[in-house]
């Protein structure tokens, strides 16, 4: 009750500077601070600012350095709001984010009370480990596992070019302390194409974990020259799933009826000259 009151107090004091939005430098300073011995720390981060890409980076790598000991939650406020940091502090902080729109501001207390009971779950699913049968040569995204909540969806993809496994194994703690195991029967699995909706899901998250430092290949190559082995993955999975990422675009071409636009631009260039 005390902590409550200071804290209410002291943002009794605040108030807009309508300037930019710094969220590296309060999160710098908390995470500088020892967490209280025998509890998990969790930040809540309410935000409706833009960050560029590079602060957006900076942002997540260094909340990802810290998630052993500090979880984050955000909440998106408003229709401008970075969907990219407050998608990226979650994930890195292994929390939950949420999104309220301008016109239903009222909802700012459900969703952060939500949130406080998400972080306060004891019975939570961490340190995944899934065996996908005998395939061994296939791409699990995300590879760093989310910790999972009551109540909120997690997907986890592979993809392989091998036949569907016929079983895999998940196993997981449960609140951190007992371990539980489940096997997933082959009736639930489906071959797709590449240029099915799951699949080009699948690479996007693949594409992600790469982009973000989180992939296998991260573990064991220093990327920093921007021609290596990752970089290379990152274009041959955007390439063949037609994904755009920080290094593939694509241009998309209307082919029906050019002949007769390129007559059309033709024949009016000829009457400009003609008349001129």
């Known amino acids: 009750d005390n902590s409550f009151l200071q804290a209410q107090a002291y943002a009794n004091t605040m108030t807009a500077t309508f300037g930019g939005t710094d969220l590296l430098e309060p999160i710098e300073y908390i995470l500088g601070t020892r967490p209280?011995?025998?509890y998990q720390r969790n930040v809540f981060v309410l935000t409706d600012g833009e960050l560029n890409d590079s602060e957006v980076d900076e942002i997540v790598t260094f909340?990802?350095?810290n998630r052993a000991t500090t979880r984050f939650f955000s909440?998106?406020?408003g229709d401008e709001v970075n969907r990219e940091i407050i998608n990226g502090l979650a994930r890195a902080?292994?929390?939950?984010?949420e999104y309220v729109d301008s016109n239903k501001l009222s909802a700012i207390s459900e969703l952060t009370v939500r949130q406080v009971e998400?972080?306060?779950?004891?019975s939570f699913l961490s340190r995944f480990d899934i065996q996908w049968g005998s395939s061994n040569n296939g791409i699990e995204a995300p590879y760093g596992k989310e910790t999972v909540f009551a109540d909120r969806r997690t997907l986890i993809y592979y993809l392989t070019k091998d036949e569907a496994p016929s079983e895999v194994r998940v196993t997981a703690l449960v609140g951190?302390?007992?371990?539980?195991?489940y096997a997933v029967p082959q009736a639930v699995f489906k071959t797709l194409s590449n240029q099915d909706l799951i699949p080009k899901m699948a690479a996007r998250e693949a594409i992600r974990d790469l982009e973000e430092g989180r992939s296998i290949l991260s573990l064991s190559e220093?990327?920093?020259?921007?021609n290596g082995e990752i970089t290379n993955e990152i274009i041959r999975i955007g390439v063949k799933y037609q994904i755009t990422s920080s290094e593939t675009t694509f241009v998309a071409i209307d082919n029906q009826g050019w002949t007769s636009l390129a007559t059309d631009i033709g024949n009016g260039f000829e009457d400009d000259d003609t008349n001129g």
């Open 118 to 122: 998400i972080a306060s779950q004891a």
């Open 93 to 97: 902080g292994v929390g939950t984010a």
């Open 36 to 38: 209280a011995i025998g």
């Open 63 to 65: 909340v990802e350095k």
């Open 222 to 226: 220093d990327d920093n020259s921007g």
């Open 176 to 181: 951190g302390l007992t371990e539980i195991e």
């Open 75 to 77: 909440i998106g406020i």
